[in-house]
């Protein structure tokens, strides 16, 4: 946890913030696999966690903005309890840590709740995201649960988005802890995979990194010799000489800050010809899109400064042809960077993406694209000191997407498909890094990795 | 998967038992941990799986008893949607690799439940307990949601338990081959266990190992310098000279069939003569208890032979006095092993656990205690031919139960609190196989591990 005064300011922010009415954060719930009991890992809301820093479930935290009083909903343990799991902290004391003075037990929510509603006071709460949210939110406050989306609370989200957008210090540190952990992940993986590995062994190892190393997974590992498929998880494919393996993995660390990096790496213990000219296009877009950022650059240009260095080494290798400013505008450039070029990060991998990405990566003046790829772009606005974001530029030849556009002879004034189609087994290509804005420019979190071909190769060596 | 003869064998029987009226299987849909898209990894339903075999999520079942007709709702995917995952077996395929002929989208599913239930048919579902479940049977079938468990059909609860208690020669097979994956899992522990190192670094090459070999972790491990806490998941915990690590883990395979295994070591090389003397009092009861394995055995007396045994051994020590026999129905053991000898295993570790014990664990003439200890035994009732069950008993010293009783003078005619006493930093053991009940005895399920002190410590030298 952070320190008592840390959440007290983060709360007494919030509250001026949203001026008036209750401010309801569910924690999370335990989810049953296959049956109530045999749980997933448990996972607090990051929400939840910011404001108070509690991470068990079964919690209920109410602040009342009006009467500025806090109160933290839950049980302590029974004695038969405790024979199963172990003494736990008193919630009295876990709430004392983050400054909460009032603990009641969690039955008692309910009915002030309801008298909350009964004196129509504003309630203010997030969309929920899981459905055991959902139905507590619906019966307490009365809603129908396809409906509660709708009565999330603006007010709330965008206060929120204001205060979780801008990492402090200390929130860096524990991002940049997650970070090493991360590439920790990623350098075991180069090391480890060998030609006759099943794609889920390899992912073994870059698990158990994460987990030898006191952390978890921040979201669910990508490991595949199938890159062009951009969130395919790790499966039973047997690495072959001549492949390359896509590895996009992060953890977060024991405060629940993630970190989150790309590597993409041969099979065998160097790139073909074609591979590294690929790589090297794609790391010459990563490195044309870093050197945007910097407060008031608009991400969404960055993103398109990546387009346009894929559209330009493609061309130098004839798969494209013409004017690459009008290419990139009419969006030829998504047959092979389908997809955004980052997004934010923090207690989340896609950070507060629950809350909505109209609030975090866009603006009430700035609306996200319903285009192919660009409404996949979950950061288009302007930056700002303290952001931490994600930059991860890929070329990916999908043999379904190249034949359906080839077919409707889609871009073909920008696309050669002729050329393109002796890529068709080529798979993908991603390399992710993760950056803070700072108050004039940008910086690479955690330590450096390899990245050039030339350094991936040396430690593919063996 | 197994053949198409399997499923359709399967569902015969079920309907045959159910009679008449519309079975709904609801399969399990995708959980996302801090926000709808970043997912634990997939569980899909037992017994959805054990009727279709199919392995993914978004997918309704529904079995028109009356009409024989079988009708897989869902959809396949859009090309957008392959840019993200890969191309997937078409749903159709999927269906009739199973020998379900009919496949639609899932969006035409309600209105066939609202046509049925306006027909006034009988509508046979399993209680739900995953909250996404609770929400769309709840609308769907017009039952506040708080109403569901009382309105599941206890026709088919009996049917399905009728059928899945019995594991077929294939089905020993696929667990077999998880319990293999558990063994390896806990040599890995016991080889690579050091002194300084965190459980967590532990544990994390036991769940290593089961991703390694294809597997999945069947349950949340439990790897713990405190294992008088009965499921006290891997902490951070230091491993210190003198302490014993208690693991409790298994592995699913890729069919979904779990192995369950515990097995206790010391930290040091050698277990102290104290822990010895302690370990041999487990291992001698779970023999006995083994001894009892047999068709018309009821598990609850294999339970009690258990528990005095433990009783013996303890009084040996000077732990324990009095009769035995009185101590043990008058649950003085309770202190020392607070649970449960075993539970039926399966495609769930406890296996249909979500249908309810009541089924799966006893019968309409014999019903679970509700005393502390007894209440835990999941499985009381008579064996049968084919069933699978594990068989770990325990030895738990918890300081806080100690205490309480030994303040209430509980039991005081059986217990020796003073020497007891002694014992409050000891920890737990427990030791944990699984067998299938034959035509005459029983049979250990894969191949055998360590079991011993001498075996363990052998195990240990380094």
Redesign the interface.
Known sequence: MFSRETYIHRRQVLKKAVGSGLIIFPGN?E???????????F?Q??SFLYYSGIDRPSLFLLIDVDADIEILFGDDLT??Q??????QESLAISAEKSGITAVQPFSFAEAIIKNALQQKKALHFLPP????I??KLS?WLEIN?SLLAANASVVLSKAIVAQRSYKTNEEVAEIEKAVDITAAMHLKAIQTARPGM?E??V???V??????L?GHLA??TILTV?G?????HAG?NILQEGQLVLCDSGAENCMHYAGDMTRTFPVSSTFTTQQKEIYNIVLQAEEAAIATLKPGTLFKNSHLTACKEILTGLKSLGLVKGDLDEAVAAGAHTLFF?CGLGHMMG????DM??IGEEYIGYTDTLKKSTE?GLKSLRLGKELEEGFVLTVEPGI?F?P??ID?WQAEKKYSEFINYDKVQAYRNFGGIRIEEDFLITNDAYRLLGKPLAKTAEDIETLRSY
């Open positions: 719930e989810v049953g696999m296959n049956y109530r009991d045999n749980i997933y890992h996972r809301d990051s004695i038969e405790t024979v199963w799991t172990g003494p995201y899981r459905s055991a959902t139905l019966s649960p099943a889920y062994e992912a073994a190892q698990e158990s990194t994460a987990t030898s006191g979201f669910p199938n062009q498929y951009l969130h395919n039973a389908q207690m989340d991998v896609h993406e629950n192919f990916y999908i379904e997407l359906q």
